[in-house]
């Protein structure tokens, strides 16, 4: 909720106020949660020192983070965990690059990612953890005589997903939550992938949204569906030359443009 609301910059309100007082004042109890407060301290320009030490020293041998320390590692503990070093841009050691390797490990020959081995592939997995990749997309990581390229697991997740979508059913397969399709469509806009099913995606999204403006009178797949639907809308609103104009001389203009969309 707090990042989506910064996307769009709805943040001179109470209810957001009230949610960075809440997420700021509580004390973390497992990985994913401590992750969540040092980017909500990062954005507010407070120490999170602390709290980056307790997260890294819970990292296990393979690279990965567990729910808190002493647990195995899972891939969702370490994409809150990786996107949390993301933000802070830390450099101090190799934590960034072995949590990579870790998440590229999980994903499996054919794309799809999973909870639990019992489980249906999770596209909530993986499309948090393409997000997650996307900084890094241009990357290897691995062993040095053998590194791996973090593209080359990026694509084969989003064939899986282009994969998974039946256009003519309009839906993922094994699926029929407004999330997962949310979510899938922003892969897709993110890395510029199938634009024939970003256009059906588009549709359907839409014309699943309630009349209230809920999607599954559900606040995640709202906010999933709002990121996932969100365009520029550009507006220039000032032009001004920066050097005296003459005829046949080169000129500088500067631009003020406003984006009225979302």
């Known amino acids: 909720f ?9 943040i ?15 004390t973390p109890e497992n990985n994913s949660e401590k992750a969540l407060k040092i980017r909500m301290l990062q954005i507010l320009g407070q120490n999170y020192d602390s709290l980056r030490s307790e ?3 819970s990292r296990n041998a393979d690279g990965g983070f567990g729910f808190e320390a002493g647990y195995a590692s899972d891939p969702l503990s370490t994409v809150d965990a990786l996107e949390a070093l993301t933000a802070i841009q830390y450099a101090g050691d190799n934590s960034i690059a072995q949590a990579v390797f870790y998440i590229m490990n999980q994903v499996r020959p054919d794309g799809s990612m999973y ?6 592939p999770s596209y909530y997995l993986i499309n948090r953890t393409l997000a997650a990749l996307y900084p890094y997309r241009t990357f290897q990581v691995g062993d040095a005589a053998n590194p791996r390229p973090v593209s080359a697991t990026i694509d084969i997740m989003l064939n899986f997903l282009a994969q998974s979508y039946d256009e003519t059913a309009e839906r993922l397969l094994l699926s029929n939550d407004v999330i997962d399709e949310a979510m899938t469509l922003f892969s897709f806009k993110l890395y510029g992938r199938e634009n024939a099913k970003q256009k059906i995606l588009n549709r359907s999204l839409r014309q699943k949204q309630h009349s209230n403006g809920s999607f599954d009178e559900n606040a995640d797949s709202a906010i999933q569906a709002m990121l996932a639907l969100a365009e520029a809308d550009l507006e ?10 003459a005829n046949r001389s080169p000129a500088l203009f500067t631009l003020t ?4 969309g979302y």
């Open 115 to 120: 909870f639990t081995n019992e489980s249906n």
């Open 12 to 26: 001179d309100n109470d209810t957001f106020r009230a949610a960075i007082a809440f997420i700021i004042a509580r």
């Open 2 to 10: 707090i990042f989506a609301m910064r996307e769009f910059n709805r």
């Open 257 to 260: 443009i406003n984006n009225r």
């Open 55 to 57: 997260l890294l020293s």
């Open 236 to 245: 220039i609103t000032a032009v001004a030359s920066s050097v005296n104009l």
